[in-house]
């Protein structure tokens, strides 16, 4: 009885799963295990004391709130945005559009950057904005308009197919 080798359609794979797998549990699940090994050592009261401390509350209502409210003024301003780049023509439209990608461009840390330096006290924006009185940059406002930045493109991106593919005559 002979044996047939079965070729396979990815060469390597039995390595680079390997090497994945290696590189996932070294990366992601080695910390992830000890962040739950260490939080098993306090027991149910120690882990509800972290879970419930007024500063954990303070960033559970700052995450959940600003992402709720970032996801509404995405919503009406991605819409609105989207609407305009489907329907008319006008100078400049492609540039918008191009803008419209930029935080897909960006990493996360860099656009937290940028940001930081665009509301910093002494910053293009921030400067003047501090002279009214409001303070964006290391504040909720901060963390809101961070949110809106990298929002955005998402509304705008998936509501453009469809509202490309919508007739006229339903509006």
Known sequence: MQRTKVR???PGFGLSMGVTLGYLSLIVLIPLSA???K???LGPEGFWHAATSARVVASYK????????AAAINVVFGLMLAWTLVRYSFPGRRIVDALIDLPFALPTA???IALTALYAKNGWLGQYLTQIGIDVAF?????LVALIFIGVPFVVRTVQPVLEDLDLEFE
């Open 8 to 10: 396979r359609v990815l």
């Open 35 to 37: 962040v739950f090994f």
């Open 39 to 41: 939080a098993s050592t």
């Open 62 to 69: 700052l995450s959940f709130g600003a992402s709720l409210l």
């Open 110 to 112: 860099v656009a937290g």
């Open 139 to 143: 504040t909720p406002l901060g963390v």
